[in-house]
């Protein structure tokens, strides 16, 4: 990359941390969180997603790997992040990647949550860890049931068992982290007046 990619980054940063100070003072939370949730989606995906997605594309296909050793169905060449299924009906192999690796999902989690003020600092740094660790084990949970539905009836229903079922088990985990995370803790320690729902401990 050219310096010129660096340059433009360093200055677009730091207007971006000049546009959140300005947000801040004019108390509009609404707006400060948009503008803070987007920029940092925005730079983690042109500065860390080259760096990231092959290194979590290899972990997922090393923790699906578990499943098909011990199971027998499928082999995992994780340094490669890549599925072998020797299925009845024929043989095929999987790359997971950019799609697969679940790099994009994290990193929207990890935008939304780092400017989510319903959590402390300390509890945002926790709950991302295990945020992204949990995605992690969803992408697995996708690959490994795609590969069962390949296994079992053939290369034939790739097509279904990737971009409808595989993609309805991810998102419907995915959905439920969020609820749990996001919806349910604001619930749970908004206040309105002199009540407030739930504890906030």
């Known amino acids: 990359m050219s310096l ?23 108390q509009v939370p609404a707006w400060r969180y948009i503008a803070g949730s987007g920029g940092l989606f925005v730079f983690m995906m042109v500065y860390l997603r080259p760096v990231l997605t ?54 929207a989690f990890i935008s939304l949550l780092a400017f989510f003020r319903a959590y402390s600092s300390f509890e945002r740094v926790v ?16 690959i490994i049931t795609i590969s069962l539905i390949i296994y079992q009836f053939g290369t034939k229903s790739f097509y279904v068992a990737h971009t409808l079922i595989g993609r309805l088990v991810f998102y419907g985990l995915s959905v439920m982290l969020y609820f749990v995370v996001f919806t349910k803790t604001q619930i749970v320690r908004q206040k309105v007046g002199n009540f407030t729902y739930g504890h906030s401990e």
């Open 54 to 107: 092959q290194p979590l594309a290899s972990l997922v296909a090393a923790c699906a790997g578990l499943f098909g050793s011990i199971t027998g169905i499928f082999t995992s060449f994780f340094k490669y992040g890549v599925i072998f299924i020797s299925s009845r009906a024929g043989q095929i192999s999987l790359q997971i990647d950019f799609e697969c690796s679940g790099v994009l999902e994290i990193m």
């Open 4 to 26: 010129v990619f660096y340059v433009v980054g360093i200055v677009g940063f730091i207007a971006w941390i000049y546009l959140l100070y300005v947000l801040d003072r004019a």
């Open 127 to 142: 709950v991302g860890i295990i945020g992204s660790v949990l995605l992690l084990l969803f992408n697995a949970i996708r």
